[in-house]
């Protein structure tokens, strides 16, 4: 009985629904200064935010009772077809790719959602003719799941009811702890004295000040902790007092078979151990299926890693690094993009 209102937009609860986009569609999506957004609450009747912020990801948050936010979905399908059929007059595509939008799940609703053996998933599939998935891991630093969901404007608006559906007859439990997009950083590799920056695949070397801030960090500390910030440096990209900087790109694997890039400086720098604690519940990722991401790991960043076993009652599961700085630093950064 719910589900036959909930389809003809008569159940008047409020509910709220996060969707994860790329900050690249935000623009393609608010037209000029917003009018898009704006006329999207408007016609619909729905709360709709979009989080700030210098992040790759935005989340949008459309709150409402259950027919203004299928109102605004409705909306945001067909517009995101508009877009699809826009950008494939320029293209040479045959086949028109399906609609595509990201829900933010609270992991505990997810089970609701996915069924008993995947009934309840399937069920949503066959009926609405929507392509849908559920993540298996929880998105960084939050209990929530990103669900996938793709089709045609139709489907993708008869798969969110059938969903509004499940987050309503289950409700979350306990606290949900929802995720924040980071904003998008470069992470800063060392590697015999030389200060890189990641873009993509490669390893770009950073300017001098940055470079010559390491070697005397190095002075003073065994090693500088990828984990930490890295204060931004005014003035430090582009060219620096007058140089040029080098264009040289180097693979990340070759960080740790050249791990010494600077002429005159020590090739083998003496190897050191650092110790990261990770949660039990993150420790899978790192691993990965019959270790195959750790074995990764290891031979990418060139340091042996040792993961301790579990030790009754501790949430947390110890992991030594030893090898050179620039290997430690790689296998940090490694862990943490994991």
């Given at each position: 009985e719910m589900e036959s209102k909930v389809s003809e937009g008569g159940l008047n609860v409020t509910l709220t629904i996060r969707l994860l986009m790329h900050g690249k569609v935000r623009g393609s999506r608010s037209g000029g200064k917003g009018e898009t957004v704006k006329k999207m609450r408007e016609e619909s009747g729905a709360r709709i935010n979009i989080s700030e912020g210098n992040c790759p990801e935005r989340i949008v948050t459309i709150t409402g009772p259950t027919d203004a936010i299928f109102k605004a979905f409705a909306m945001i399908a067909y517009k995101f077809e508009e877009d699809i059929t826009n950008s494939m007059?320029?293209?040479?595509?045959?086949?028109?790719?399906?609609?595509?939008?990201?829900?933010?799940?609270?992991?505990?609703?997810?089970?609701?959602?996915?069924?008993?053996?995947?009934?309840?998933?399937?069920?949503?599939?066959?009926?609405?003719?929507?392509?849908?998935?559920?993540?298996?891991?929880?998105?960084?630093?939050?209990?929530?799941?990103?669900?996938?969901?793709?089709?045609?404007?139709?489907?993708?608006?008869?798969?969110?009811?059938?969903?509004?559906?499940?987050?309503?007859?289950?409700?979350?439990?306990?606290?949900?702890?929802?995720?924040?997009?980071?904003?998008?950083?470069?992470?800063?590799?060392?590697?015999?004295?030389?200060?890189?920056?990641?873009?993509?695949?490669?390893?770009?070397?950073?300017?001098?000040?940055?470079?010559?801030?390491?070697?005397?960090?190095?002075?003073?500390?065994?090693?500088t902790p990828l984990g930490q910030t890295t204060p931004a440096f005014p003035g430090t990209l582009g060219s620096v007092a007058g140089k040029q900087q080098s264009s040289i790109a180097l693979p990340l694997p070759a960080l740790t078979m050249f791990p010494c890039i600077c002429p005159g400086l020590d090739a083998s720098p003496p190897a050191s151990t650092h110790e990261l604690t990770i949660p039990n519940d993150l420790i899978g990722c790192i691993i990965g299926r019959q270790g195959t991401k750790i074995n990764e790991i290891r031979q990418m960043s060139g340091a042996q890693i040792k993961i301790a076993n579990a030790t009754e009652g501790s949430s947390e599961r110890q992991i030594t690094i030893t090898g050179t700085p620039a290997n430690i630093s790689l296998a940090q950064y490694l862990i943490n993009a994991r």
């Open positions: 007059s320029n293209s040479t595509a045959t086949s028109k790719p399906p609609v595509t939008l990201r829900l933010v799940v609270p992991a505990s609703q997810c089970g609701s959602l996915i069924g008993k053996g995947g009934s309840k998933i399937k069920e949503i599939r066959e009926s609405t003719g929507a392509q849908v998935q559920v993540a298996g891991d929880m998105l960084p630093n939050s209990t929530e799941r990103a669900v996938t969901i793709s089709g045609t404007p139709d489907a993708i608006i008869q798969c969110v009811k059938q969903i509004c559906v499940v987050m309503l007859e289950s409700p979350p439990k306990g606290a949900t702890i929802p995720y924040r997009p980071k904003p998008a950083s470069t992470p800063v590799i060392f590697a015999g004295g030389q200060a890189y920056t990641i873009q993509g695949q490669y390893a770009i070397p950073h300017p001098d000040q940055l470079t010559k801030l390491h070697q005397l960090a190095m002075q003073q500390t065994p090693f």
